[in-house]
């Protein structure tokens, strides 16, 4: 069974600083693996998506990294803002491709 | 942002009261899911569709029965509501092209 974890649960970092936030899964055969953001009281928003044959995703201030052997993905965001204080959730999509298993997310305070 | 909309928003039931959640999307993709979202637990899968009538069980799907009548529309039904199943419901659909998970804006639900 796909276990995804994401630590730590929580950050704090001061406006301007880098952030980077890690999410590991124990089965590497996945089919690709999504970054949402969750707003308090909202719903996710998709942020950027890597196929499992992709090394890595880009979108503007946002980076992401997949290492499918090593069982782990990076999400880079430059330059932080007090804007993306949420909570940054990563999933990963089995090899069936239709089902997706979630991290218990790391929620962001970045402070002015 | 995808289509996809859930109503009611907000809904307090008491306990033993049928209760059903609807999600409508007008992308006409064919994957729809139910999820529920609970502190400590993150976020986990309740029931899928893969197509009209076509639908099956995700990793807590006791208590919860779903219906797809049409493309568009997927019901999520508490048949005897519980304290226990007081919880944030979100619809999610799959964009087939990278297999992309997009998500509706909750349900808030409250059973007394």
């Known amino acids: 069974k796909q276990e995804v974890t994401q630590i730590p649960a929580a950050l704090s970092v001061p406006e301007g600083e880098n952030l980077v936030l890690n999410c590991s899964f124990t089965?590497?055969?996945?089919?690709?693996l999504q970054w949402f953001r969750q707003d308090p009281g909202k719903g996710l928003t998709s942020l950027l998506l890597?196929?499992?044959?992709?090394r890595e995703q880009t979108s503007g201030r946002l980076n992401a990294s997949l290492d499918k052997s090593s069982g782990r993905s990076t999400l880079y965001i430059a330059a932080s803002q007090p804007g993306d204080s949420a909570t940054y959730l990563c999933?990963?999509?089995?090899?069936?491709?239709?089902?997706?298993?979630f991290g218990g997310g790391t929620r962001v305070l970045v402070k002015p | 942002d995808a289509g996809i909309t859930q109503s009611p928003r907000h809904k307090v039931t008491e306990t033993g009261t049928p209760v059903t959640l609807r999600c409508h999307q007008t992308?006409?993709?064919?994957?729809m899911y139910w999820y529920r979202q609970d502190p400590g637990h993150g976020l986990r899968l309740i029931h899928y569709?893969?197509?009209?009538?076509?639908?099956d069980k995700g990793e807590v799907s006791d208590g919860y029965s779903v219906s797809r009548s049409k493309t568009e529309d997927f019901l999520l039904t508490l048949e005897s509501a519980t304290s226990s199943q007081t919880s944030v419901y979100f619809c999610?659909?799959?964009?087939?092209?990278?297999?992309?998970?997009?998500f509706g804006p909750g349900t808030r639900l409250t059973v007394l």
């Open positions: 999933a990963v999509i089995g090899a069936a491709g239709n089902k997706l298993t």
């Open positions: 999610a659909i799959t964009d087939p092209t990278y297999n992309e998970q997009f």
């Open positions: 890597i196929q499992s044959s992709q």
């Open positions: 089965d590497s055969a996945i089919y690709n």
């Open positions: 992308e006409n993709h064919r994957y």
């Open positions: 569709s893969y197509g009209v009538k076509d639908t």
